[in-house]
């Protein structure tokens, strides 16, 4: 007998920074920046932005015209697996909790407008915990914090839903901020974006207590001229401690906002940690330290909510009765 062929499928996560796409649950998901811009002929370039300024969809809410949503998943899945993959595929996609019902169904269209095939819509956190590695439809709870870019978000997941969520704007994108404000306050030297987020990523160890010289360049507010100065590393603990706090506030709101059937259960879990401001070195430990819970961060922390979306594609076939449910799914 001849066997129905398996449409392929395609998990697509949308990030403030990064857009992730995973089309096999053993292989390595493509990671690209979300943003485009347009070339000459003002067609619209994916991921590579040289050209011109880049447009950042979701951050600045473009994400909310059909025409550039259905354009970018195009272009997005077309680089991954080519333009008849995308004709055929089931597509996956996975946006932030913070969208709108409007901005769902946006995206849903615009995803279907591409494909042959079905597609469904998932709440981030739901697929990052399952990308995690957590076992999600179980009556269990399990505590996913999601430190992204823009925001991080802190959620005891059970049964393909939420028994637990909170959110603080206080993302990876806030230690950036506070390391240029501090160094701009402290030593009138503007450093710029990059050169913080440099700094955050190659030298700032929440649970290094060692000192050491941190070369950091910029302008300098008085001479307005091109300059380099030698900072203390611990500086750079310092200057954080606000977003720290705040993530730390958040994720002990959730806690005590948890079921106390389900608290047990998050004792002996731990917290498992996504997103890219996971990979901030020490959070671990300082999350670990002030809540009493073991904190551990999850593998490919920026790819797992692509990687959760394949998860819950199957799932999904398996549970129909939990879709109809549906906390866990946007349409
Ligand atoms: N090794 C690292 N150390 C510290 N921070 C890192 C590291 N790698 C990435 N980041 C930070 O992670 C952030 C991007 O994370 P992520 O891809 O999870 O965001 P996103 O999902 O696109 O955003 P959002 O969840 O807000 O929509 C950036 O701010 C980046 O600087
Ligand atoms: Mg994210």
Redesign the pocket.
């Known amino acids: 007998m001849l066997k129905k062929p398996v449409r392929p499928v395609i998990s697509i ?8 796409i995973a089309l096999d649950k053993d292989k390595n998901a493509l ?1 690209e920046m ?1 943003a485009f811009s347009l070339n000459k002929d003002k067609k619209m370039l994916v991921g590579s932005c040289a050209e011109n300024e880049p447009i950042f969809p ?1 951050r600045d809410g473009h994400i909310c015209d059909f025409e550039i949503a259905s354009e970018y998943l195009k272009q997005f899945i077309t680089k991954s697996c080519g333009k008849v993959g995308t004709y055929f595929s089931n597509i996956a996609v996975m946006i ?1 909790d913070s969208f709108s019902r409007f901005q769902r169904e946006i995206i849903y269209e615009a995803a279907k407008h591409i494909t042959l095939g079905n597609v469904r819509i998932f709440d ?1 956190i739901i697929a990052t915990a399952s990308g995690a590695g957590l076992e999600i439809d179980r009556p269990y709870g399990n505590m996913i914090v ?6 991080t ?1 802190a959620a005891v997941v059970s049964m393909l839903g939420t028994a637990a969520l909170g959110y603080t704007k206080s ?3 806030a ?2 901020e506070a390391i240029e404000k501090y160094i701009f306050m402290k030593y009138s030297l503007k450093t710029g974006k990059n050169e913080a ?1 440099r700094l ?2 190659s030298f ?1 160890d929440l649970s290094d207590e060692s000192e050491y010289a941190v070369y950091v360049k910029g302008k300098s507010l008085e001479s307005l001229l091109p300059e380099g100065i030698d900072i203390i590393s611990s500086e750079l603990k310092g200057a954080v401690q606000e977003p720290v706090e705040n993530i730390i506030m958040t994720i002990r709101q959730v806690l005590s906002s948890t079921p106390p059937e389900l608290a047990g259960d998050v004792l002996e879990s731990g917290i498992t940690l ?4 996971a ?3 020490g959070i671990d430990s300082k999350i670990e330290e002030s809540t009493g819970v073991k904190t551990r961060i999850c593998e490919n ?2 790819a797992c ?1 692509a990687k959760g979306g394949l998860n819950l594609l199957t799932i999904c076939d398996k549970n129909i009765y939990m879709l109809e449910k549906g906390s866990a799914f946007g349409l």
């Open positions: 996560s949308l990030g403030n920074e990064n857009t992730c990671v979300s979701i932030p981030n999601d430190i992204g870019a823009t925001k978000t993302g990876a994108y230690f950036d987020e955050k990523k700032l996504a997103g890219g401001g990979l901030i070195k922390p920026i909510c």
